[in-house]
Structures are given as C-alpha cells and as structure tokens.
C-alpha cells in the first residue's frame, strides 16, 4: 500500500510528529514506526525550517511520510520541495482559499488543508478544497500552524460522522494522556501533535513520542 494511503487508512489512526526540525529527530521518529512527519516551511514559525537547511528530508523518501506545511505561500517553494524530493504532501495552514487548492488539484499534488474550528461553518468550509485529507484544528485568528489549544471534539466526531468519505486529521492540543481519548471521540484518520512531543519548539522529546504511539494501540 503506498505510504499515503496508509497513513489515511480509515482502519487506524496514524500518528504525525510536526514541527521537525532536525535529520537526527527525523531518524528517531523513522526508526519508532511514526507514520508522518511535519515540518514548517513558515518563517513566523517556532519550528520554522528554512528550505536550504532541508535537505536531509531527501533522504527519508519511502521510510516515513513527508509533509510541507505552509502559509500563505505561493504554489512555487510547495511544487519545488514536492519536484525536488523533500516532500510527499503539502499542507496548507493558512488562509488559503479553495480557488488557491485548485492549483494543487490540477498538479495532481496530494495536499491537506487545516481548518480552525470554532464554529459548524468552519467545518463546512472543509468540503469546499478537495484535500486529500482535512486537517482540524484550533480557532486562532493570526496564528499559525499550530496552537497547542484544544477545541471541541464532539464537533469534529459529528463532521466526520456527517462525512465519512472525508479523512480527517486532529490536531490541536493532543498530548500522551489525551491522546487515546482523541482518537476514541473522532476516530480520525491521524492525530498531528507538534507540542505534546516537544522538549522545546522543534526538539522532539521521545518518551512522549513512544506514549503517543502506544495509546494509539489500544
């Protein structure tokens, strides 16, 4: 099964490790079984890796599956890190519209869009971009790719019983001892923690990493 479809497998909830920043965590998250790794192609970002210090993701090609997270940013840094080899999948954690996904679209460039939830509109919106999977998360106005802020995961549970055809991905304040219960109330596709792994911004922490992983199991 390609790398892709696994981790959007509706039979599992594979886990995403964001914010990465460095070969060395890369290999550690490869070498535990994590699914998906994330890394933050925005400059305002904590976890902010600029793409000529990224060079190291080439390497991962076919061992863990490679997400771009991106705000805002033209179609031109995501389509050369996708040619290129340093990516997989784009992701997009800003404002962007679905007239700005239809791009990705027509590439044939796998994409997930994230989507601040605070009320059911902002759920609705997520039918409007043809993701390849919908990626939820906290309501922050001018804060972008991630909080590390909860929000109501019944709404999300209610969406994804709404649209099953949609795979969705949680995000937004999971760490090791809420994680089994995120996946129980939504049954997303992945959980995306970038925070709940953390040590500080960008240095992953991998006794939570192993946790994360092993409530996911049960």
């Given amino acids: 099964m390609p790398m892709l479809d696994r981790f959007l497998d509706p039979a599992t909830v594979s886990l995403k490790i964001c914010g990465v920043t460095t070969r060395e965590d890369a290999e550690q998250l490869v070498a535990l079984g994590v699914h998906a790794l994330g890394v933050n192609f925005w400059p305002k970002s904590k976890r902010y890796l600029a793409a000529e210090n990224a060079g190291?993701?080439?390497?991962?090609a076919g061992r863990i599956l490679r997400v771009g997270v991106f705000v805002n940013e033209p179609a031109e840094l995501p389509l050369r890190l996708i040619r290129e080899?340093?990516?997989?999948?784009?992701?997009?954690?800003?404002?962007?519209?679905?007239e700005d996904a239809r791009f990705y679209q027509a590439s044939g460039i796998p994409f997930f869009k994230a989507i601040g939830v605070r009320t059911p509109a902002d759920l609705d919106r997520a039918l409007e971009f043809g993701a390849s999977a919908i990626l939820?998360?906290?309501h922050a106005p001018g804060v972008y790719g991630g909080t590390g802020g909860t929000f109501d995961w019944n709404a999300a549970s209610a969406f994804q019983s709404r649209h099953p055809e949609l795979a969705v991905v949680l995000a937004g304040g999971i760490v090791p001892e809420n994680a089994e219960l995120a996946a129980a109330t939504v049954r997303p596709v992945a959980l995306d923690v970038a925070s709940g792994a953390e040590l500080a911004p960008?240095?992953?922490?991998?006794?939570?990493?192993?946790?994360?992983?092993?409530?996911?199991?049960?």
């Fill in 136 to 138: 939820l998360d906290a």
């Fill in 56 to 60: 190291w993701l080439q390497g991962l």
């Fill in 85 to 98: 080899g340093f990516l997989d999948v784009v992701q997009l954690h800003g404002d962007e519209s679905p």
């Fill in 202 to 218: 960008g240095i992953k922490d991998f006794s939570k990493v192993c946790a994360l992983l092993a409530a996911l199991k049960h």
